[in-house]
């Protein structure tokens, strides 16, 4: 078997570190050639070049952007935030299979992104859009009812938006199931990143909004699942770690043995399911709407949530701030445009939302 060539953006983080675990335990099946890194972690990322070698490395948006470009088997996309979009379309312009875990770069680039992907060519690494991916093969999208996201809650499940009022930073960051990066965590506390996760579901899989569920599901076993038109429910279950969706994102449509352990069916298993409170957590909500009317909508949720995280983290604003101040700037943007949607406009767009929302947050 010849070793898969990959490039690995975001090298140092959580999906980044996760996929280098899979590349050391499959030697036979993956070869790394390009490896970049936001500079968070630079010793890390040193040791990463001195142990893997690959043919390009470095630092930032540029060299991201450059090894996205390399000829290679897979691009994995790794990269928190909005800078993963350059890299996306690279990755896309030179023909190679994009693994991508950097939902950002798809949700605010839209059309950018998919008229640019061959079908196949863009493969998810979101743990529920993998579910997804792997449900759709027992069927075909013309038999698809529903999608159904499934949401843990995030430390925070059942608490009213009263209750939600004194929530700190270290409670936000506690999350019940999964180990995440500080962003994507919080994004899951307020369940903004299950509202991104709907935008991403139906880019990826073209299915209208309407036909997008979110349930609740705390202990994150089932990951996602298709309804099919004759009533019958596909499930992908297995315990909540991201080294069967990364493992999948970098040898697709192939398995990789043992990438992660199963679930455990000797021992009593118990699933729960539960409605999404839109009052209490109304970020789903509002995330339908800017997917909804597309163009910079997007790019405007995204910028400005990612401002109001900030300052959550700061201290300057409180827990439930952050999706009320998304929802101010959302409702003031205009995503009138003069024509197709460019790369300049989602990073104009991206800009006016971080300073409206610094606007809003100064002005509180």
């Known amino acids: 078997m010849t070793p898969r060539e990959i ?4 090298s140092t983080g959580s999906i980044g570190t996760q996929a280098l675990d899979l590349v050391r335990a499959n030697p036979d099946r993956f070869r790394v050639v390009g490896l970049t890194a936001g500079g968070g972690n630079p010793d890390l990322f040193a040791a990463q070049v001195q142990e893997f070698r690959p043919v390009v490395h470095g630092l930032g948006e540029e060299a991201s952007v450059e090894a996205a470009s390399l000829p290679c088997d897979t691009v994995l996309n790794g990269i928190t935030g909005a800078v993963g979009l350059r890299p996306t379309l690279a990755a896309l312009q ?12 798809l949700i605010i680039g839209g059309e950018l992104v998919t008229s640019l992907a061959a079908p196949g060519q863009i493969v998810a690494v979101d743990s529920e859009h993998s579910a997804v991916a792997q449900c759709l ?15 843990s809650g995030g430390p925070f499940r059942g608490r009213s938006r009263a209750e939600l009022a004194d929530v700190t930073v270290a409670e936000a960051l506690n999350h019940p199931t999964w180990d995440m990066g500080p962003v994507i965590t919080i994004n899951s506390a307020t369940l ?19 036909r997008i569920e979110v349930v609740v599901h705390p202990s994150s076993v089932v990951h996602s699942m298709v309804e099919f038109i004759d009533g019958s429910t596909m499930v992908q279950a297995s315990p909540p770690t991201m080294m069967i969706p990364l493992a999948l994102g970098l040898a697709w449509p192939d398995r990789v043995p043992n990438a992660a352990v199963p679930v455990d069916w000797t021992n009593p298993n118990t699933w729960e399911f539960f409605p999404l409170d839109d009052e209490a957590f109304p970020a789903v909500r509002l995330a339908r709407e800017a997917g ?9 949720y995204n910028a400005a949530n990612e401002r109001c995280v ?6 300057a604003l409180p827990f439930v701030g952050i999706v009320d101040v998304v929802e101010q700037v959302l409702t003031s943007h205009d995503v009138g445009l003069p024509g197709p949607l460019t790369v300049e406009d989602v990073f104009a767009a991206d800009a006016w939302a971080r300073a409206a929302a610094t606007d809003l947050l100064e002005s509180a």
């Open 7 to 10: 490039v690995v953006l975001g």
């Open 94 to 105: 030179a023909g190679n299979t994009l693994a991508l875990a950097n939902k950002e770069s």
């Open 137 to 151: 093969r027992g069927g075909s999208s013309a038999e698809v009812r529903r999608l159904i996201l499934t949401a």
């Open 192 to 210: 903004v990143n299950k509202g991104l996760e709907v935008i991403e579901a139906h880019l990826l899989f073209g299915i209208p909004m309407d």
């Open 292 to 300: 909804s009317r597309g163009g910079t909508a997007p790019a405007v």
């Open 310 to 315: 900030q300052a959550f983290r700061e201290g």
